[in-house]
């Protein structure tokens, strides 16, 4: 295995010690934008500690993450390592679990490498461009392509209750919807092939790892008009495979 796989392995289960590791009743958190959306001081510990491991064995690497003023890049130029420290943030205040560390490698815009670990059940997610996608030490196999009709979706709540782009026609098509509130979990939900695709309103963090290895599973994604996502600023997710794709397109209303 690449040097570079194993050690930014290392660094995401140091990560998931340090926040296991920590009281639950001892979080400080912060509201951002309003009630609902929180960081708390472990997404801040975390990508600090992501972002010093990063610093030290790449120095030429560039760093784009969602807190503390790193969230500012606006082009993929050379190496770029994109953290979300923890992703599904509300979930980790509310229950404990259900949240994900997110890192992905870019080379002048070309994903390499896609890690998702879910910290609680101690399941890693990894892979990269032409080495497939693996949990922990299993090599996991490419899911069917499935229709819309055949397969759960996943979506976020604040679209599905407002019924944004049609969505709801959308999840009615499907077999069911699922909202877990955590991209990284939407995006292990389709690698393992239980769900078919993923509906989200998202920043460059909440997708980039994903995509790298949706992408070795030949899962199609873009934003509402089925163009490439921006890697800058938030916008419409799909993905999905490449059947349930096309249809849940034409469904969308801009
Ligand atoms: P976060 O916890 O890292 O912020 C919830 O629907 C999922 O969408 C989570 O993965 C969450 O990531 C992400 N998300 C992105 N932008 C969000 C926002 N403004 N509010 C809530 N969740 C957001
Ligand atoms: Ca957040
Ligand atoms: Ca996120
Ligand atoms: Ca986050």
Redesign the pocket.
């Known amino acids: 295995m690449e040097p570079i796989i194993h050690e930014i392995k290392s660094w995401l289960l140091e990560a998931g010690e340090q926040i296991k590791a920590s009281e639950r009743q001892q979080l400080t958190i912060f509201e951002k934008?309003n009630r609902?959306?929180l960081v708390t001081n472990m997404d801040r510990t975390v990508q600090q500690f992501l972002v010093q491991k990063i610093a030290a064995f790449d120095p030429d690497a560039r760093i784009l993450a969602?807190e503390d003023g790193y969230n500012e890049l606006t082009d993929l130029t050379g190496r770029v390592f994109i953290i979300?420290p923890?992703?599904?943030?509300?979930n980790f205040v509310m229950e404990g679990e259900n949240f994900c560390i997110m890192l992905a490698m870019y080379e002048n815009g070309v994903g390499q490498l896609g890690f998702i670990y879910d910290v609680m059940q101690e399941e890693l997610y990894w892979g990269g461009r032409g080495i497939g996608v693996y949990q922990n030490d299993l090599q996991l196999s490419q899911p069917v392509n499935k229709t819309l009709e055949a397969g759960l979706l996943g979506m976020?709540?604040y679209l599905f209750a407002h019924n944004k782009f049609n969505i709801r026609t959308i999840g009615e098509k499907s077999m069911g919807v699922r909202i877990t509130?955590?991209?990284?979990l939407e995006m292990i939900a389709m690698l393992k092939g239980n769900h078919i695709g993923y509906l989200?309103?998202?920043?460059p963090w909440?997708y980039a790892a994903g995509c790298v290895l949706l992408t070795e599973f030949g899962f199609f994604y873009s934003n509402m008009n089925g163009e490439q996502l921006a890697f800058h600023g938030?916008e419409l997710f799909v993905a999905a495979t490449p059947k349930a794709f096309q249809q849940i397109h034409s469904f969308l209303e801009i």
């Open positions: 934008t609902k959306d969602e979300d923890i992703d599904g943030t509300l976020n709540g509130g955590c991209a990284g989200s309103n998202l920043s909440d938030r």
